[in-house]
């Protein structure tokens, strides 16, 4: 088998190319490429994979040429320059390096508050300037004044740490953080009006969201004390920079400190030029340690997913660890052929997909099991669908999915995934087991206990338990020369429903699926494949 392909088309470091290498991944290091928008078109659709940091436009166009490609990593936290919805939807992995710039990144909105305190770029260039305006740069102390966090994940939650310790109280504004997160870092969780009133400086470190798009609007910043500090090392579009010029230049606003703005490079920008501002170039990451740090952990996330299936660090999927991917690796095969099973089942549209998870399989990451579920279950519909796009699209047409676990559930086997398909004209479910030789089987069908191995090619009856249906299925089966692998056989009870399922060779016509259909105890007979 081949080793697996990977492109780097950013700067990055040395030491995470030879991780490619010494992992046995064959890579092209070619750091400039991304700046060149055609020529890295034009030669992408050759790899496995992509490492990329800002310079690289990885835009759907990219995507389309990029047939071959599984996993985008991205060195840093930032997305922003990769269509995650267009990777998403060709069942492409984008993973980010969330934690290996966040102490510099943290660090920089530190270093910022101080400037902004003292006035240290301003009273610089005075000083070099050869100026000596002692009396002009009159500062503020940072002892007792509260800083206010919007967003204490991990880069904010570093913020807070280091400002407890230069004696600020901070408050933190984030719907995410729980009282006892809260408590354990030593911020009081407020709501963001209440940060507004009572913050001396505002830091940000929350996503570009919709929701937190100009978070800090013409509205909000109104709500602030008069004379508090602003910084941002987030995202630009978190400050409404218009809004921000107006507050500054007002004087309610005394000096904001930015890092990120709403286009960059930022060439140009409403606060350019103000005396009160402090501006940097994207500086958050720029740190020998961060940089190498986050090339670093592309590399190994990107390997282990390559050779090894593991997810970390996902944008659009749940994560999978080294460990974890060869235990599921059987069960995503079973979730995604039930679930195919039943798609195939169903013509009516589908309002709901209820997995059920019963003994071992339900202490196991299961997110991934339900992605495969779906897939299979809509694949009939929607025939580009993958276990990436999958949940998105299943939200996007209304359709409800449940998951249950049930790690104490008493069962025959150790483990059992069941799938109920919620239509519009009736509910259909199954249930199926991963046996000690790795390989899926379907155990119920219809509430029917029946046991069968998939085979591509599959022939579904359900019928009427009545001598003489057996021999007349075979008859027909062998007049049109289709050979049956296996033959499988459950019923309710003597005489009631029954379920037949049997493996054969080829595709079963039409023709010979509507002599079946004739015989008097059948109620309904499909083809499956998988």
């Given at each position: 088998?081949?080793?697996?392909?990977?492109?780097?088309?950013?700067?990055?470091?040395?030491?995470?190319?030879?991780?490619?290498?010494?992992?046995?991944?064959?890579?092209?290091?070619?750091?400039?490429?991304?700046?060149?928008?055609?020529?890295?078109?034009?030669?992408?659709?050759?790899?496995?994979?992509?490492?990329?940091?800002?310079?690289?436009?990885?835009?759907?166009?990219?995507?389309?040429?990029?047939?071959?490609?599984?996993?985008?990593?991205?060195?840093?936290?930032?997305?922003?320059?990769?269509?995650?919805?267009?990777?998403?939807?060709?069942?492409?992995?984008?993973?980010?390096?969330?934690?290996?710039?966040?102490?510099?990144?943290?660090?920089?909105?530190?270093?910022?508050?101080?400037?902004?305190?003292?006035?240290?770029?301003?009273?610089?260039?005075?000083?070099?300037?050869?100026?000596?305006?002692?009396?002009?740069?009159?500062?503020?102390?940072?002892?007792?004044?509260?800083?206010?966090?919007?967003?204490?994940?991990?880069?904010?939650?570093?913020?807070?740490?280091?400002?407890?310790?230069?004696?600020?109280?901070?408050?933190?504004?984030?719907?995410?953080?729980?009282?006892?997160?809260?408590?354990?870092?030593?911020?009081?969780?407020?709501?963001?009006?209440?940060?507004?009133?009572?913050?001396?400086?505002?830091?940000?470190?929350?996503?570009?969201?919709?929701?937190?798009?100009?978070?800090?609007?013409?509205?909000?910043?109104?709500?602030?004390?008069?004379?508090?500090?602003?910084?941002?090392?987030?995202?630009?579009?978190?400050?409404?920079?218009?809004?921000?010029?107006?507050?500054?230049?007002?004087?309610?606003?005394?000096?904001?400190?930015?890092?990120?703005?709403?286009?960059?490079?930022?060439?140009?920008?409403?606060?350019?030029?103000?005396?009160?501002?402090?501006?940097?170039?994207?500086?958050?990451?720029?740190?020998?340690?961060?940089?190498?740090?986050?090339?670093?952990?592309?590399?190994?996330?990107?390997?282990?997913?390559?050779?090894?299936?593991?997810?970390?660090?996902?944008?659009?999927?749940?994560?999978?660890?080294?460990?974890?991917?060869?235990?599921?690796?059987?069960?995503?095969?079973?979730?995604?052929?039930?679930?195919?099973?039943?798609?195939?089942?169903?013509?009516?549209?589908?309002?709901?997909?209820?997995?059920?998870?019963?003994?071992?399989?339900?202490?196991?990451?299961?997110?991934?099991?339900?992605?495969?579920?779906?897939?299979?279950?809509?694949?009939?519909?929607?025939?580009?669908?993958?276990?990436?796009?999958?949940?998105a699209l299943a939200r996007e047409r209304g359709i409800v999915v449940d998951e249950i676990k049930r790690e104490g559930a008493v069962t025959d086997f150790e483990s059992v995934i069941r799938i109920t398909v919620d239509a519009e004209d009736m509910p259909r479910d199954a249930a199926g087991t991963v046996f000690h030789d790795g390989k899926p089987r379907v155990i119920e069908i219809r509430s029917i206990a029946i046991d069968a191995a998939f085979a591509?090619?599959?022939?579904?009856?359900?019928?009427?338990?009545?001598?003489?249906?057996?021999?007349?299925?075979?008859?027909?089966?062998?007049?049109?020369?289709?050979?049956?692998?296996?033959?499988?056989?459950?019923?309710?009870?003597?005489?009631?429903?029954?379920?037949?399922?049997?493996?054969?060779?080829?595709?079963?016509?039409?023709?010979?699926?509507?002599?079946?259909?004739?015989?008097?105890?059948?109620?309904?007979?499909?083809?499956?494949?998988?």
């Amino acid at each position: 088998m081949a080793a697996p392909k990977v492109l780097i088309s950013d700067a990055l470091s040395d030491a995470a190319v030879q991780i490619f290498r010494d992992r046995g991944i064959d890579v092209d290091f070619i750091p400039d490429l991304g700046k060149d928008k055609e020529a890295f078109a034009a030669i992408v659709g050759h790899y496995d994979g992509l490492a990329i940091r800002s310079a690289s436009k990885v835009t759907s166009k990219v995507i389309a040429e990029a047939g071959r490609l599984k996993v985008i990593g991205r060195a840093g936290i930032g997305v922003d320059n990769v269509d995650v919805a267009a990777a998403t939807a060709r069942g492409i992995i984008v993973m980010n390096t969330p934690f290996g710039n966040s102490i510099t990144t943290a660090e920089h909105a530190i270093a910022l508050m101080f400037a902004l305190a003292r006035q240290l770029p301003q009273a610089d260039a005075s000083t070099q300037a050869g100026k000596w305006e002692k009396n002009r740069f009159m500062g503020v102390e940072l002892t007792a004044k509260t800083l206010g966090v919007i967003g204490c994940g991990n880069i904010g939650a570093i913020v807070a740490d280091r400002a407890i310790g230069l004696k600020l109280k901070v408050v933190a504004y984030d719907p995410y953080l729980s009282p006892e997160r809260a408590v354990e870092i030593g911020v009081e969780k407020v709501e963001l009006d209440a940060l507004l009133a009572r913050a001396d400086i505002i830091t940000l470190h929350v996503p570009m969201t919709d929701k937190t798009r100009n978070i800090l609007s013409a509205e909000a910043l109104a709500k602030t004390k008069r004379g508090v500090r602003i910084i941002n090392c987030a995202r630009g579009g978190l400050v409404d920079e218009v809004a921000l010029r107006a507050a500054l230049d007002s004087g309610h606003v005394a000096g904001a400190a930015l890092d990120v703005f709403v286009t960059e490079p930022a060439k140009e920008n409403p606060l350019f030029g103000h005396p009160n501002v402090i501006c940097t170039p994207h500086l958050g990451a720029s740190t020998n340690e961060a940089q190498e740090n986050v090339a670093l952990q592309v590399a190994e996330q990107m390997s282990d997913y390559l050779l090894q299936g593991a997810i970390t660090n996902a944008i659009n999927f749940p994560s999978i660890s080294a460990d974890e991917a060869p235990r599921l690796k059987p069960f995503v095969a079973l979730a995604e052929k039930l679930g195919s099973f039943l798609g195939q089942l169903t013509e009516a549209p589908i309002k709901g997909i209820r997995i059920t998870y019963e003994g071992a399989v339900a202490s196991m990451n299961t997110r991934a099991l339900t992605s495969a579920a779906i897939t299979g279950v809509l694949r009939p519909f929607l025939q580009d669908i993958n276990m990436v796009s999958a949940p998105a699209l299943a939200r996007e047409r209304g359709i409800v999915v449940d998951e249950i676990k049930r790690e104490g559930a008493v069962t025959d086997f150790e483990s059992v995934i069941r799938i109920t398909v919620d239509a519009e004209d009736m509910p259909r479910d199954a249930a199926g087991t991963v046996f000690h030789d790795g390989k899926p089987r379907v155990i119920e069908i219809r509430s029917i206990a029946i046991d069968a191995a998939f085979a591509r090619h599959m022939l579904y009856v359900r019928n009427h338990d009545k001598p003489g249906f057996i021999g007349r299925l075979g008859t027909i089966l062998g007049e049109a020369n289709v050979n049956v692998g296996t033959f499988n056989l459950g019923r309710e009870e003597e005489g009631g429903s029954a379920i037949c399922l049997c493996a054969v060779d080829a595709p079963v016509s039409e023709a010979v699926l509507k002599q079946i259909d004739a015989i008097p105890q059948v109620r309904r007979v499909r083809a499956v494949s998988f």
